[in-house]
């Protein structure tokens, strides 16, 4: 079983940070370098929006433009931890994050990504 957990979100003010991990263990323990990470979001009537990704390695990420530049994707392979720090977070960062794990690339569709973490909720206060 592959298990991601998601977690370090919260309330915050607007241009505050928070840093969110995801942790993997079961089948994804073993193989955890081997595999791009994502971290998406989504808030209540809106679809699932990509907004970043790091490669297995760690050598290569990519961001969407509507974070870019404010939000910054790592991994820790010896904990089996990705993370995504949030900077100058706005009202419009309010949703749930998730991280999933890909096969293969470094792709930005949910529908490339099997395995996906719980979520968590994260508010930013005007």
């Known amino acids: 079983q592959v298990q991601l957990v998601e977690s370090g979100g919260g309330l915050v003010q607007a241009g505050g940070s928070l840093r969110l991990s995801c942790a993997a263990s079961?089948?994804?323990?073993?193989?955890?370098?081997?595999?791009?990470m994502g971290w998406f979001r989504q808030a209540p009537g809106k679809e699932r929006e990509f907004l970043a990704a790091i490669t297995g390695s760690g050598s290569s990420t990519y961001y969407a433009d509507s974070v870019k530049g404010r939000f910054t994707i790592s991994r820790d392979s010896a904990k089996y931890t990705v993370y995504l720090q949030k900077d100058n977070l706005k009202p419009e960062d309010t949703a749930d994050y998730y991280c999933?794990?890909?096969?293969?690339?470094?792709?930005?569709?949910?529908?490339?990504?099997?395995?996906w973490g719980q979520g968590t909720q994260v508010t930013v206060s005007s």
């Open positions: 999933a794990r890909a096969l293969q690339g470094i792709p930005t569709s949910p529908s490339r990504y099997p395995y």
């Open positions: 079961g089948r994804t323990f073993s193989s955890f370098s081997s595999y791009t």
